[in-house]
């Protein structure tokens, strides 16, 4: 799959300490796994000019106290709290300069987040898609990229789980209503 490096993102979903290493509160295995391949993702992606977006999942302590019925620390516990070590994006995928960075409190990386905005500003159209946890945040960021009409093309080796088939899921059900799955090999930015 041929990709525009200038109408295209690479979207890196809350690849955090959190979930990623083994001392983070929702660690997931499935999560570290995919660091390696995301990586070598991101080092062809900057060599063509491809811009990068990382989204870090961050929640103030008090973000819940007076939900009425959202609240992530009821579902997961207190996870990637503001300030935190947690909160941080793993070590092995640095930011660089010229990448953007997206702080959401939910789900979806598009709610309430500056994100489309910064898209469209940029003529960006095709994303790119990765990260974790595939069944949570990168199926709800994916979906909501559909919707505002962008290309969401989510990486299969690159989009971490907590099992298999969780994994499984979301991709069936991104290309079944809302995008494209492609395993990385098969991108190419040119």
Same mark, same amino acid.
């Given at each position: 799959?041929? !990709?525009? %490096?200038?109408?295209?993102? @690479?979207?890196? =979903?809350?690849?955090?300490? $959190?979930?990623?290493? %083994?001392?983070?509160?929702?660690?997931?295995?499935?999560?570290?796994?995919?660091?390696?391949?995301?990586?070598?993702?991101?080092?062809?992606?900057?060599?063509?000019?491809?811009? #990068?977006?990382?989204?870090?999942?961050?929640?103030?302590?008090?973000?819940?106290?007076?939900? /009425?019925?959202?609240?992530?620390?009821?579902?997961? $516990?207190?996870?990637?709290?503001?300030?935190?070590?947690?909160?941080?994006?793993?070590?092995?995928?640095? #930011?660089?300069?010229?990448?953007? @960075?997206?702080?959401? /409190?939910?789900?979806?990386?598009?709610?309430?987040?500056?994100?489309?905005?910064?898209?469209?500003?940029?003529?960006?159209?095709?994303? #790119?898609?990765? $990260?974790?946890?595939?069944?949570?945040? =990168?199926?709800?960021?994916?979906?909501?990229?559909?919707?505002?009409?962008?290309?969401?093309?989510?990486?299969?080796?690159?989009?971490?789980?907590?099992?298999?088939?969780?994994?499984?899921?979301?991709?069936? /059900?991104?290309?079944? !209503?809302? $995008?494209? @799955?492609?395993?990385?090999?098969?991108?190419?930015?040119?």
């Amino acid at each position: 799959m041929q !990709l525009e %490096p200038e109408r295209t993102a @690479v979207v890196v =979903v809350d690849m955090q300490n $959190g979930f990623c290493h %083994p001392d983070g509160s929702l660690y997931a295995p499935g999560s570290e796994a995919v660091i390696e391949p995301i990586a070598d993702l991101l080092e062809r992606a900057r060599e063509a000019g491809t811009q #990068v977006v990382f989204t870090r999942d961050v929640h103030p302590p008090d973000q819940f106290d007076d939900a /009425h019925y959202y609240d992530e620390f009821d579902q997961w $516990g207190e996870h990637v709290l503001e300030g935190s070590w947690e909160a941080e994006i793993v070590d092995e995928l640095p #930011v660089e300069d010229g990448d953007h @960075v997206i702080e959401k /409190h939910t789900y979806d990386a598009f709610y309430n987040t500056e994100l489309e905005g910064w898209l469209n500003a940029r003529g960006i159209d095709d994303l #790119v898609i990765c $990260g974790t946890l595939a069944n949570v945040c =990168v199926l709800h960021t994916g979906g909501s990229a559909g919707l505002r009409d962008f290309r969401p093309i989510m990486l299969e080796d690159c989009i971490g789980a907590i099992e298999d088939d969780h994994r499984e899921y979301a991709l069936d /059900h991104a290309a079944w !209503l809302f $995008g494209e @799955v492609e395993p990385s090999a098969e991108i190419a930015f040119a």
